[in-house]
């Protein structure tokens, strides 16, 4: 029996291999100690439900243009270089690693975590996360998949780890560096080393971007989506969509299984969750509008940047921090969550887009073209801005709902999705969950009733043999009568009480589609290009 006045040893773990001689290294440690460790030192505090709460400095949200892979033999032919995968020579980034070494070798205590990406046995990466910040350590805890204490025993060497240093600056002299900012990738050394942000879910956006390289490779197709399954028939569903769009809202949804919010891979035995975890945005987050993920938010979950009121108290409506609020808690806090997260071939692919240009349909139903054209293009619009002279909604064009995480050309992912879609007889649908009757600032937010009932009415089956009408503009068909769906909201012309301003909108979207796919026109093929919308 223990008694407080023995002597106790705390577990060491060694992290010499990585040239890092910290004595103190926590490896795995519990919610209880990290939570105990980032209230003591780290400005954590416990959030009235039980989250614990943080903050990431300076950088609230991802930087894209900081990201760089390194230029290496083997991998070069096969990355798409560009603006999303900006070239890093092999020198540099071994100066980065150093720098983010060195910095970790100056910290009293540091914190391991070993986990897993993918669900699947045979396609699961071994991932090892050092880092110095336990809400960093809790936070990849929640979004890695957590091994049994047996897994964790023979866990073995690592297929990729991750350098967590992002307290400390990039040098910007260092050749290929343009801020004090740098996230690195090196497929062949099997390492991210981060620097200069301390935005966790750059941990959590670099595992996706390792997978959306390695999954391709052996014919699996890595997907930005959101997914759930049949209760009874276990086939799956898939929503893609970016940031905003509602793919982690609408997947919390108690009448199916949750397979994941975020990041999947579709494999010949079906689909897996790459994630352990979810994270969804919380700004204007509530208990009436969004039940399951308010609840999910508890003890051994993490809230970034929110604002606390007396009592401990979230106020999740004010953005004075950031509009990027986000909440990361382990999947299985949601009922319904199917353990493991893995569900048979999907039924139905949704593409969600968040049009504030008013345009979209609540529900169209794609052809196989139309679904390679809206897949490659991966639409959604922005509200306006308050800059000076910004008065209308901004379109965003990423393609495959997750450019920023692409690796390969997006023609790669475009072929392996055409051929399973083909292969399962999949139906792919594009949703609209952004306005109606008007753009932003004239119509309203569809309501999240309206589309809860578009997908209700897509997983029982009634869309398949419900009418339809042919769009003059963008050719899908556009379904005309959905259960408990106000019929004169399904046609976006007849909810717009100026039908000339809805036709020039319509037009000029359409345009932005057409200038945006004439990257893509060279490797599309003719019959995809004609599956856009028309002049």
Not at 165 to 171: K, T, V
Not at 197 to 225: D, R, W
Not at 325 to 339: F, L, M, Q, S, V
């Amino acid at each position: 029996m223990f008694r407080p006045d023995e002597e106790t040893t705390v577990p060491t773990f060694s992290l010499k291999d990585y040239d890092i001689t910290v004595a103190d290294v926590r490896r795995n440690a519990s919610p209880a100690e990290l939570y105990e460790e980032a209230i003591r030192s780290d400005g954590a505090r416990v959030a009235h439900q039980g989250a614990l709460v943080a903050y990431s400095g300076d950088k609230t949200g991802r930087s894209p243009k900081d990201k760089r892979i390194v230029r290496h033999g083997e991998s070069e032919g096969q990355v798409w270089w560009g603006p999303v995968n900006i070239p890093l020579e092999p020198s540099s980034f071994l100066i980065n690693r150093e720098r983010a070494r060195d910095y970790l070798n100056t910290r009293p205590r540091l914190y391991v975590v070993d986990g897993f990406a993918g669900w699947a046995p045979d396609h699961r990466l071994k991932v090892r996360v050092v880092c110095s910040r336990p809400y960093h350590a809790l936070f990849m805890h929640v979004m890695l998949i957590r091994p049994t204490a047996d897994e964790l025993a023979s866990f073995g060497t690592p297929d990729f780890v991750i350098y967590n240093a992002g307290e400390f600056p990039a040098n910007r002299l260092t050749t290929g560096m343009t801020s004090k900012t740098s996230i690195d990738l090196s497929f062949e050394d099997k390492e991210l080393v981060i620097l200069g942000s301390e935005y966790a879910g750059e941990m959590k956006k670099g595992v996706f971007t390792i997978m959306n390289y390695l999954m391709p490779k052996q014919g699996i197709l890595s997907m930005h989506c959101s997914a759930t399954a049949d209760r009874k028939t276990g086939r799956s569903s898939v929503l893609f969509g970016l940031s905003g769009t509602g793919k982690t809202t609408l997947s919390a949804d108690p009448k199916r299984m949750l397979i994941g919010d975020d990041e999947h891979c579709w494999s010949d035995a079906g689909i897996f969750n790459i994630e352990g975890g979810c994270y969804a945005k919380t700004i204007d987050l509530s208990a009436e509008s969004e039940p399951d993920i308010y609840k999910a938010l508890t003890y051994g979950s993490v809230l970034e940047n929110v604002v606390l009121l007396n009592g401990n108290f979230v106020d999740f409506n004010d953005a004075s921090i950031t509009q990027n609020t986000r909440g990361a808690y382990p999947i299985e806090y949601i009922a319904n969550a199917k353990i493991p997260c893995v569900a048979d071939h999907p039924a139905d692919a949704i593409f969600l887009a968040c049009d504030a240009f008013g345009v979209l349909p609540p529900v169209s139903k794609l052809t196989p073209e139309q679904a390679m054209y809206h897949f490659i293009s991966g639409y959604t619009a922005r509200v306006a801005g308050t800059e000076v002279g910004v008065t209308e909604p901004q379109a965003t064009f990423s393609p495959c709902f997750g450019g920023p995480f692409l690796v390969w050309h997006p023609a790669k992912y475009a072929e392996l999705l055409s051929a399973k879609l083909k292969q399962h007889g999949t139906s792919v649908w594009l949703v609209n969950t952004g306005w109606s009757g008007g753009g932003h600032g004239v119509g309203k937010r569809m309501k999240l009733s309206v589309t809860r009932a578009v997908l209700d009415a897509i997983h029982s089956g009634e869309l398949q043999t419900a009418p339809t009408t042919t769009d003059p503009v963008f050719g899908f068909e556009v379904v005309t009568a959905c259960p408990n769906v106000p019929p004169d909201v399904l046609i976006p012309r007849g909810a717009w009480a100026d039908k000339q301003a809805y036709d020039a909108t319509a037009k000029k979207l359409a345009g932005l589609f057409r200038n945006n796919f004439v990257q893509y026109a060279g490797i599309a093929g003719p019959g995809v290009v004609a599956a856009g919308p028309k002049a």
